[in-house]
């Protein structure tokens, strides 16, 4: 396991002894120019959006460390709307699909060509999802077949039709929203889909100082967010976060954090061993080298080119809580997915 998340890490970025230095007006100065620049593109969304720091916290961390999110929320929390402002901040082109039991993966992976009287095929259609931002609405009222279809061009960066491949864009980000409410006509994500996302943020409601504020916007009219950054520095910012290093014991902590949640009742420690009986299946390898990329990418937003210790805690529920399989006995011990990160995070990084 350990094994594994040093050389994901290693092909990923640059360790500090590599031969390969930066200039020392490269990484420095770069650090600050990006971190601006993902400020600027907060205060513009803050404009438009009231609240949800998180979940814009959360999309920018992702966008950086290369990787798609679930937002979980009940209707009228300015899921879709957060996604919207953030692409028209950044300048990217933005697609939405609206799922229903109904959609088909051809209606935004595209549709084959037609045949002409010559007996020769066009070429095919390609869909919506070719575009920078792809929105994902209600993704639990499709079936798994549609699904399926969507997380295969999120994990392979491409669309096949009629034997053809097309290549998605460099920048490639897929914002998923699922409704919890109501189960009639809803299909929930198979574990080994929720997999590929690499945070799933739990959407809540605003305080009430924030309720006022919508309202007096809504009175006012919203503004509309404008350009401030662009593709370009998504692209720089993902350049810069090659090289943000994570220490050789930072990795051993994450990969200790990952093996308690799999196996629990080997912990040593009581209360973590009780939790053993709530849990089917612990994190998987995804769950560590997604864990290892937040981190960095919580770094660099914070102006840092080395990870602290802070940070993997930061971004580990977003990250492990959806990757945790429960067991039956979860819901009768009144216990979460986030009990037990809480207890491995306890373990590892002991006060």
């Known amino acids: 396991m350990l094994l594994l998340l040093l050389v994901s890490l290693k092909n990923d970025f640059a360790f500090a002894n590599c031969e390969n230095k930066m200039t020392s007006d490269d990484p420095e100065t770069q650090i600050h120019a990006v971190r601006s620049k993902f400020e600027e593109v907060r205060l513009e969304v803050s404009r438009v959006i009231v609240g949800q720091e998180a979940v814009l916290n959360a999309l920018m961390m992702a966008l950086i460390a290369d990787g798609h999110v679930l937002l979980d929320g009940v209707p009228g929390l ?35 060509g037609m045949l002409n009287s010559n007996g020769q095929r066009a070429d095919p259609s390609w869909g919506p999802i070719f575009t920078n931002f792809f ?3 209600e993704i639990n009222r499709t ?45 929930s994500l198979p574990e080994a889909q ?61 990969s200790n954090l990952i093996d308690i949640t799999r196996n629990l009742s080997k912990s040593g420690n009581d209360d973590v061993s009780a939790l053993a009986e709530v849990v089917r299946y612990g994190a998987s390898p995804r769950g ?24 993997i805690i930061d971004v580990a529920h977003l990250v492990l809580d959806h990757r945790i399989i429960p067991s039956p006995k979860m819901a009768v011990n009144k216990k979460s997915p986030a009990d037990v990160v809480d207890a491995a995070i306890k373990m590892v990084f002991k006060p």
Do not use: C, W
Request: glycine share 6%.
């Open 78 to 112: 300015a899921k879709t709307l957060t996604a919207k402002t953030l692409a028209e901040a950044l300048d990217v082109t933005f697609s939405r699909q609206q799922f229903t039991p109904e959609t088909m993966p051809g209606d935004f992976m595209g549709t084959p």
């Open 135 to 137: 929105l994902a609405d």
């Open 143 to 187: 079936p798994s077949k549609t699904q399926a279809g969507l997380l295969e061009a999120m994990a392979e960066r491409q669309v096949t039709l009629d034997g053809k491949q097309k290549k998605l864009d460099e920048v490639f980000f897929v914002v998923a929203t699922e409704n919890p409410l109501g189960e009639v006509g809803t299909f």
């Open 194 to 254: 929720l997999d590929r996302f690499l945070f799933k943020v739990n959407v809540g409601y605003p305080t009430a100082q924030e309720e006022a504020e919508i309202i007096l916007r809504d009175m006012n009219g919203f503004p509309k967010a404008t350009r401030v950054a662009s593709k370009e520095d998504i692209l720089a910012a993902r350049r810069l976060f090659k090289h943000v290093k994570i220490s050789e014991d930072q990795i051993t902590k994450i």
């Open 288 to 311: 560590s080298i997604g864990l290892a990329r937040a981190a960095r990418a919580k770094a660099l937003l914070s102006g840092r080119l080395s990870v602290v210790d802070q940070d």
